[in-house]
């Protein structure tokens, strides 16, 4: 499924990139599979084998009224081809296509409580000077991990957190390390 979800998705972003129409694609494939990760009956209907290729064309039609007209191909030619249960990571991966040719790397900084905004900014700048590259940064709040940073740069994850810390401990307390 990944490698099927992959030759889509760099299919659009080129045709995207011909008709340099990219940013205008991306939003509208986001905005669908926003809606459609969301929607449990938007997904039974597009993935379900039980209705026709003619029914969930028509019901494309209805869900995405003023769409581009290259992603309405495209979701129709999904639906022709019984591709459409892939549509959620093709979306993962033409923003990730997007991002290396814009040079964009992704870094997400997760704290337990909310970060304030220049540190977050501090540490986006600084991996950015150490990278080369622009950053997307974007910064999550997640309570569990107790305490400390846990910092995902691409693809990379650096865990800082106190939980994982805890977690380490606990395990060589249990095997008496």
Same mark, same amino acid.
């Given at each position: ?15 995207? +990139?011909? %008709? $340099? $129409? ?8 986001? &905005? ?6 969301? /929607?449990?009956?938007? +997904? ?27 992603? +309405? /191909? ?13 549509? *959620? ?35 986006? =700048?600084?991996?950015?000077? %150490? ?6 940064? $974007? ?15 691409? /693809? &990379?994850?650096? =865990? ?8 380490? *401990?606990?395990? +060589? ?5």
């Amino acid at each position: 499924m990944e490698a099927l979800a992959e030759v889509y998705a760099r299919s659009l972003y080129e045709v995207a +990139q011909k %008709q $340099n $129409n990219i940013a205008v694609i991306r939003e509208h494939l986001g &905005q669908f599979a926003d809606e459609l990760a969301k /929607n449990r009956e938007l +997904q039974v209907f597009f993935f379900s084998p039980y209705f026709s290729t003619k029914e969930k064309t028509e019901g494309l039609h209805r869900a995405v009224e003023g769409v581009d007209p290259t992603l +309405q /191909n495209f979701l129709e030619l999904l639906i022709e081809k019984h591709r459409m249960p892939a549509v *959620l990571r093709m979306r993962t991966i033409f923003d990730r296509i997007t991002e290396d040719h814009e040079g964009l790397l992704p870094v997400e900084i997760t704290s337990a409580i909310p970060l304030d905004p220049a540190t977050a900014e501090s540490l986006g =700048d600084r991996i950015g000077t %150490q990278t080369g590259r622009k950053i997307r940064l $974007n910064a999550v709040v997640d309570p569990e991990i107790i305490g400390g940073l846990v910092l995902r740069v691409g /693809n &990379q994850i650096l =865990d800082a957190s106190i939980r994982t810390r805890l977690e380490r *401990l606990r395990r +060589q307390v249990a095997t008496g390390a």
